[in-house]
């Protein structure tokens, strides 16, 4: 039902950004920016004269992904760095290196996650889409956060999904030990992302970092691998679906580079995003004690593991 919602919606939604503006001398990192969405917007800003830290799982994957936009644009600054966001090591050796040879950050773009994948548990023994597409990127903001406020102004994008109003955050049990839906684990993760960037805009008030959570809309990327071949009765139906709705990841970009340049919404921080307009997130995803609630459980969780 999330899935036809989010169709329709993008649908009346749907606009393609157009700016000038150039992002010669800033410092961007993404994650997951070797396909996808992730790549046409690594493409869009590098075009735009940024220089991109490509933060990704798969380094030969990303070095490709980078050969193949430094094709495009010419003069591309693109690095290349390992992050596996299933590993606090992983991230917290990501963040420190990042420390030691980037003196600004300007914007952050937490892009990466999995999908309605099988029940997996990261190295810290969460289950693997909370930890991936949530824990691992609120533990990562908040390494370079410092950094980022001596940046500003600098953004924050975190990508969200029309999937959260079906999240609910578990806190009882949180690796979803007591009955495992991969589909249902998605939207919780995604559920959290919207609250983190609620929670996280309070937070750096008055510190020129703002933060914007993006609902790409239906983008046909291989997120959807483990949805389209989890049940051989739908995936055909599901195929045809995407086929018809479902937009190319350059359009489904669109949103992320759009609250990653635009200048009027500089004054804007820990709102919704989609279809380069704000939206309205769920009731849940507007809860406020909710989202300190996730904040301070997220910092305890870490603590305890980290």
Known sequence: MSVIIGAVRDFLLRKEYYSSTKLCGKTVIITGGNAGIGKETTLDLAARGAKIIMACRDVEKGKIAAVDIQKQVQN??????????????????????????????????????????????????????????YLGHFFLTNLLLDR???????????????????????????????????VLAYCHSKLAIVLFTRELAKNLKGTGVTTYCVDPGPTSTDLF??????????????????????????KGAQTIIYCAVEASLAEESGLYYCGCRKVRPSSRARDDVLAKRLWDFSENLIATVG
């Open 148 to 182: 980022m406020k001596e940046s500003a102004p600098a953004r924050i994008i975190n990508i969200g999904s029309i999937a959260h109003i079906l999240g609910k955050i578990h806190f009882s049990d949180i690796h979803l030990e007591r009955g495992y839906n991969s």
């Open 225 to 250: 691998q483990n949805v389209s071949s989890k049940v051989s009765c739908i995936a055909y139906p599901f195929s045809i679906c995407r086929g018809v709705t479902y937009k190319s990841p350059k």
């Open 76 to 133: 591309a600054n693109i690095i290349v760095r390992h992050l596996d966001l299933a590993s606090f090591t992983s991230i917290r050796r990501f963040a420190e290196g990042i420390l030691m040879t980037e003196p600004y950050i300007h914007i952050l773009i937490n892009n990466a996650g999995v999908m309605a994948c099988p029940r997996l548990k990261t190295t810290e023994g969460f289950e693997m889409q909370f930890g991936v597409n």
